[in-house]
């Protein structure tokens, strides 16, 4: 066989299985809008009941959450996930299925080294950037004040 | 007798004999269009067992003994089993021989091994080192997906170039006296590496090294594509078969007689994208489609040859590409 040229293969590769990106953001945009106007009418209920503008929010992310967990477990987020992509994924309803689904995924490896430890296998990097991100900008914010 | 052709090509001149073969599938890969052929299907993923491990374990179980049936033989008959799974330390390969017991040479040639195996198996036939050799190999989707890429529950979109991994196994008895097909010429693979460094897609790391076996072994043996009636591929699935053609056009060989087991296992309506993938892909279509037809009288030579992405979860992190393997065996009606 004559050698092959890697970048030339790259190129030959690169037009082939391209996803249906339009299909994609129509699907994205109307899944991710409507479990956004759920938690907003999950928050405006919350409201309406007496209660303050931080809590209902409070309340609308733990809804969306067990939501989340709820229709994972069921196996039934995955599904619908496989056509709405970042709409599923980008509300805190992915970052959910992100930890519960490894959760579920390595119990047979037992509770502890299993479960325990495979929970945060997907959402770890999540965690600790977003930690360590808030921490930095926390001391930014602190100096930009001018210290204490 | 010389043994040997060229540089890459092996010749049996005791012609090794399929004696038995037998495949088993998933509940996906029945509602294909291969249905008619697979001999059994275990409906659900867990086939009743508490891991995915187990239960990829179980389909080589069942694959072994189905092939074991038809030729009309006992485990003990068998000199030497050649088989090997995608799993670490190649577990479900290894469970399985918890009970079969026979003497075992365990393989890993990623989605290659259905070939590698009954190369290794025709060589040890064509030695005289055995009289019955088992060759067997599986894949399980969820024991897989675990292992490779994400829980089975987690909510990802999968890209278009991506191949849905095959749950099932494949058994095949190659013995030295009998009748059947029989596996006349063998090109071993040597591993390429194109550069893909893309996890999701398999068929383009994988479709040089198939270029690189078949022209060897055109060269070898002085033939074209038009002296068999077919040559089937692994698991390129429809990216990779179309770059494999692409390529052994710039090699000189129109090869219009291509197919691709992962190609032909899912019909599109399947959300299988590019196709099917794994050792269990090539190991049931060969133990089912590809043998039946071959004893039907459908076709009297065929080239198989199946494709491995050698990739490793750790070494793609590191940013290593994926080298790519493909095992050919010409395999003949008499």
């Known amino acids: 066989m004559k050698k092959i040229n890697q970048n030339e293969y790259q190129k030959m590769v690169s037009h082939l299985g391209k996803s249906p990106w339009i299909t994609n953001v129509i699907w994205a945009f109307f899944v991710g809008g409507a479990i956004c106007v759920i938690g907003q009418v999950i928050i405006d209920t919350a409201k309406n009941m007496g209660i303050s503008q931080e809590d209902a929010g409070c309340i609308a992310s733990i809804s969306l959450i067990f939501l989340s967990g709820l229709f994972t477990g069921f196996g039934l987020f995955d599904k619908l996930a496989k056509r709405a992509g970042a709409g599923t994924l980008v ?3 992915g970052f959910a299925n992100a930890v519960i689904s490894p959760a579920m995924e390595f119990k047979t490896e037992g509770y502890v080294l299993g479960l325990g430890a495979k929970m945060f296998v997907i959402a770890g990097p999540v965690i600790v950037y977003g930690i360590s991100s808030s921490i930095l900008c926390g001391l930014i914010y602190f100096f930009m004040k001018g210290g204490m | 007798m010389t043994k040997r052709l060229g540089n890459n090509t092996l010749l049996f001149p005791s012609k090794p004999v399929i004696t038995g073969f037998y495949s088993v599938v998933g509940k996906k890969e029945w509602e294909g269009p291969l249905r008619q052929w697979f001999d059994l299907t275990v409906g659900e993923s867990h086939i009743g067992e508490t891991s995915w491990e187990k239960a990829e374990s179980k389909l080589m179980e069942l694959s072994t003994n189905g092939a074991l ?5 006992s485990k003990e008959e068998i000199s030497v089993f050649f088989g090997g799974d ?4 190649c577990i479900a390969t290894n469970y399985t021989l918890r009970t079969l017991a026979t003497p075992f040479i365990g393989l890993y040639g990623a989605c290659s091994t259905m070939a590698e195996s009954l190369i290794a198996g025709a ?8 009289k019955n050799v088992l060759c067997a190999t599986s894949s399980h989707f969820c024991s897989a997906e675990r292992q490779f890429r994400f829980p089975l529950e987690y909510g990802g979109q999968r890209p278009q170039s991506s191949q849905w991994t095959v ?5 095949t008895i190659l013995s030295e006296n009998g009748t059947g097909v029989r596996i006349t010429r063998a090109a071993i693979g040597k591993v390429i590496d194109a550069g893909i460094q893309d996890l999701n897609n398999m068929g383009a790391a994988m479709a040089p090294a198939a270029c690189d076996t078949l022209c060897a072994f055109f060269e ?5 594509p038009w002296n068999y009636d077919l040559i089937v591929t692994g698991d390129l699935g429809n990216i990779g ?3 494999l053609r692409e390529l ?3 090699n000189g060989y129109a090869a219009q007689n291509l197919e691709d087991c992962g190609a032909l296992i899912f019909s599109e309506d399947q959300d299988a994208h590019a196709g099917g993938s794994g050792c269990g892909c090539s190991a049931s279509v060969l133990n089912s489609y590809l043998l039946k037809q071959l004893n039907q009288g459908k076709w009297h030579k065929i080239l198989f040859m199946a494709t491995g992405a050698l990739m490793s979860p750790t070494s793609a992190l590191q940013g290593e590409s994926i080298p790519g393997i493909a095992h050919l065996v010409q395999l003949e009606k008499e």
């Open chain 2, 86 to 89: 995608l799993l670490n330390q």
């Open chain 2, 167 to 171: 749950t099932g196994s494949g058994a």
């Open chain 2, 220 to 224: 070898d043996t002085n033939t074209t």
């Open chain 2, 69 to 73: 049936e038809m030729a009309g033989i």
């Open chain 2, 123 to 130: 060589m040890c036939i064509d030695g005289g080192f055995a």
């Open chain 2, 248 to 250: 052994l056009f710039q």
């Open chain 2, 241 to 243: 078969k179309d770059l």
């Open chain 1, 91 to 93: 509300p805190i309803t």
